[in-house]
């Protein structure tokens, strides 16, 4: 009899374990499916999506602005129209360097394209004189200088198109910060202050806020120093060429890389190879400062991701929103990334992310348990809070 209902019971685990095997591969397929119906989607309404993007980002950027002026008893809607003149101050600034630096480079372009190709036919011509078997490597047919000329020109015009959106992005900020100045309120009513899902959120918004306004703060700063750095060389550009370093230093590691190579092709043309060295020792100068030493002390190690990751997140979201994909790829990968991690289910998710999972590790280390003792919590509450019975211990007599 026992063996009877030993196998009954082996069957039934061996089917739910085949149901369960099915089930899984089930739910692959449809995740699948509607990861590939959500890609084709954004491709489809990036014209919506994008001047929608930029103003979640100027929002985020804003609103410490915003909640400084209303520390300062600054009425709200003043402190709104306030930091969004400002927004479009500076936005307007940054769109005058784009458009002057667009069609100013597109005019010059051709004859740097023509210097270069000239240049790489005297280092064949020299390399043949050596004896090289020169003649049988042809680069010119696999390093187009048009090719850069073609990619600037993309990300720059890219922007200029989207600044034509202007009025959007902007109405659209002037609403997301009305709505912030009371969001918290309604979270608070809807979930509660001390809830977890609330502490969750305020954290998750505030890491997100820190992010953006600390590699915003260390982009302009990078982009301030390597224009000046190419303008006391005397590179024609510098604007543009700073500008180039600003919106590619919100790409970790790979993005000081590209925002370089621009600038030294430029110095080698106009000057020569002793100038692109002083032209790269400078970039490489100023990378190492704020991306090894500034940055990682305001942002902390966690706050970071892999090489791999930041290199598939570039051609995942430049194939799909072009190059402003592209400049958005890491803001949005990172924001990503630190909404996983205030989620317990998908956690290891963010660890993965990240180019240093140890700094988890330590983390957990040193934050607090979550639940406390009795007499903690007893000791914590106010005195006319209701506490519970103790219960004694059993003690016998002696």
């Known amino acids: 009899m026992s063996e009877r209902r030993d196998r009954a019971y082996l069957g039934v685990r061996q089917g739910s374990v085949e149901s369960l095997r099915q089930d899984r591969g089930a739910r ?133 198109g989207l600044l034509s959106n202007a009025f959007l992005v902007f109405l659209v900020v002037i609403f997301m910060l009305f709505e912030a100045a009371g969001f918290r309120a309604k979270l608070r009513v809807a979930f509660g202050e001390r809830s977890r899902g609330m502490q969750r959120f305020s954290q998750m918004t505030r890491q997100i806020q820190r992010y953006l306004a600390i590699k915003t703060v260390v982009s302009l700063s990078t982009g301030l120093l390597a224009g000046i750095w190419v303008w006391a060389l005397g590179l024609d550009f510098p604007l543009m060429w700073g500008l180039i370093a600003f ?48 940055e990682p002390m305001l942002l902390g190690r966690r706050l970071g991701l892999s090489v791999l990751v930041i290199l598939l997140s570039l051609v995942f ?18 924001m990503l990334k630190i909404a996983l991690e205030n989620t317990e289910d998908l956690r290891w998710l963010a660890v993965m992310l990240d180019g240093n999972p140890s700094a988890y590790e330590t983390s957990d280390e040193d934050e607090e348990p979550e639940v406390a003792t009795a007499s903690t919590a007893a000791a914590a509450a106010p005195p006319d809070a209701p506490r519970e019975p103790q219960v004694q211990p059993n003690t016998r007599a002696g």
């Open 317 to 334: 979201w430049g194939w799909v929103w072009g190059p402003v994909g592209m400049l958005l790829a890491v803001p949005l990968t990172m």
């Open 28 to 160: 692959f397929l449809l995740l699948a499916a509607a990861f590939i119906i959500v890609v084709a989607g954004l491709r489809e309404a990036d014209q919506i999506l994008l001047p929608f993007l930029v103003a979640v980002f100027l929002a985020m950027v804003s609103l410490p602005i915003m909640l400084w002026l209303q520390n300062r008893r600054v009425p709200t809607a003043l402190a709104v129209l306030s930091t969004v003149s400002a927004a479009a101050g500076v936005v307007s600034i940054f769109g005058a360097v784009v458009g002057q630096s667009v069609s100013e480079f597109a005019d010059v372009a051709p004859s740097y394209q023509a210097r270069l190709q000239g240049l790489l036919r005297d280092a064949l011509a020299w390399a043949e004189s050596m004896g090289l078997p020169a003649t049988q490597w042809t680069p010119l047919d696999y390093i187009n200088p048009q090719a850069m000329v073609d990619l600037l020109n993309g990300i720059l015009g890219a922007l200029a």
């Open 247 to 294: 919106l590619f230093n919100y790409i970790p590691n790979l993005g000081s890389i590209f925002a370089a190579v621009g600038p030294v092709l430029l110095a080698t043309v106009q000057f020569g190879v002793g100038h692109a060295l002083l032209v790269a020792a400078g970039y490489l100068g100023i990378n190492v400062i704020f991306g090894n030493l500034v």
